[in-house]
């Protein structure tokens, strides 16, 4: 299984990116899908996650500014980032709990980090 982030990019302050995360391989269903983001020094954070039934958490620094969402029939996680402050500037990881075809056992799977920096 392999998740592939992808959509960061150079923003200016007040402005928008929407980032797509696609999961591939043998997957046999997925659970929670999320965001986290990695600020140099910093320690990695939840950014926001969505169950698979549609329920969101949001980091309260992202509420308001942020959307995550998620097509099943893709097994993809989307997060739309709205009104970037230069504090969202950070590496973005996207994640998810896989169960694969053949073990049937859930595993996290991370992807490799798309990086956002927002200019003020």
């Known amino acids: 299984v392999q998740l592939q982030a992808s959509g960061g990019g150079l923003v200016q302050a007040g402005g928008f990116l929407r980032l797509p995360c696609a999961a591939s391989g043998s997957i046999f269903s997925i659970n929670a899908m999320g965001w986290y983001r990695q600020a140099p020094g910093k320690k990695r954070e939840l950014v926001a996650t969505?169950?698979?039934?549609?329920?969101?958490n949001y980091a309260d620094s992202v509420k308001g500014r942020f959307t995550v969402s998620r097509d099943n029939a893709k097994d993809t996680v989307y997060l739309q980032m709205n009104s970037l402050k230069p504090e969202d500037t950070a590496v973005y990881y996207c994640?998810?709990?896989?169960?694969?075809?053949?073990?049937?056992?859930?595993?996290?799977?991370w992807g490799q980090g798309t990086q956002v920096t927002v200019s003020s």
């Open positions: 969505i169950t698979s039934g549609g329920s969101m």
């Open positions: 994640n998810a709990e896989v169960i694969d075809l053949v073990i049937r056992v859930p595993y996290v799977y």
